[in-house]
T-cell receptor, first 113, second 112 residues
Framework: KQEVTQIPAALSVPEGENLVLNCSFTDSAIYNLQWFRQDPGKGLTSLLLIQSSQREQTSGRLNASLDKSSGRSTLYIAASQPGDSATYLCAEHSGGGADGLTFGKGTHLIIQP | NAGVTQTPKFQVLKTGQSMTLQCAQDMNHEYMSWYRQDPGMGLRLIHYSVGAGITDQGEVPNGYNVSRSTTEDFPLRLLSAAPSQTSVYFC???????????FGPGTRLTVL
């Protein structure tokens, strides 16, 4: 059974700081990896998808990297804002993607104004 | 596009009752799936479908049934609700298996 781990479980930083969220996975045959944002009581919003053949993806202030050899992905958030406060989830597709996503338990991020 | 929609948003059931959670998408996606989210457990896959008429089990399928008669709809049926099925249920879809997945807003279910 594949496992996805996210560290830290919670993080609080002052507004304006750059920060990195970590995700590690055990599947050496990862198909792709997806980062999500979840606000309290809401659904999941897709942030970035990294294919197994890619090393990174960028969207605005977000940059996600993928290192298959070490089983790690990072989500970099530049110039953090209070509106970035949410839980961030990473999830990996394996088995060609048909077997669905295996999720980490998330990092709860608080950006202090 | 409405994206992925789920109804109801909230539901309270008594043990032994049955119900159907509805999920629909208007993006002509072939792949649809159901997850449950529990505190401390994260999201876990219940069932998935790679296209109309094809379904398969995920990690936690017991107590749930699915069918996929159309591309747009993927209902999840609870046959005889149990307190252990108290959870938040999310439906997701993607163009085909393995592509970016889009999630619905969720259904919060409480079984008494």
């Amino acid at each position: 059974k594949q496992e996805v781990t996210q560290i830290p479980a919670a993080l609080s930083v002052p507004e304006g700081e750059n920060l990195v969220l970590n995700c590690s996975f055990t599947d050496s045959a990862i198909y792709n990896l997806q980062w999500f944002r979840q606000d309290p009581g809401k659904g999941l919003t897709s942030l970035l998808l990294i294919q197994s053949s890619q090393r990174e993806q960028t969207s605005g202030r977000l940059n996600a990297s993928l290192d298959k050899s070490s089983g790690r992905s990072t989500l970099y958030i530049a110039a953090s804002q209070p509106g970035d406060s949410a839980t961030y989830l990473c999830a990996e597709h394996s088995g060609g993607g048909a077997d669905g996503l295996t999720f980490g338990k998330g990092t709860h991020l608080i950006i202090q104004p | 596009n409405a994206g992925v929609t789920q109804t109801p948003k909230f539901q309270v059931l008594k043990t032994g009752q049955s119900m159907t959670l509805q999920c629909a998408q208007d993006m002509n996606h072939e792949y649809m799936s159901w997850y449950r989210q529990d505190p401390g457990m994260g999201l876990r896959l219940i069932h998935y479908s790679v296209g109309a008429g094809i379904t398969d089990q995920g990690e936690v399928p017991n107590g749930y049934n699915v069918s996929r008669s159309t591309t747009e709809d993927f209902p999840l049926r609870l046959l005889s609700a149990a307190p252990s099925q108290t959870s938040v249920y999310f439906c997701a879809s993607s163009g085909v298996a393995g592509l970016e997945q889009f999630f619905g807003p969720g259904t919060r279910l409480t079984v008494l």
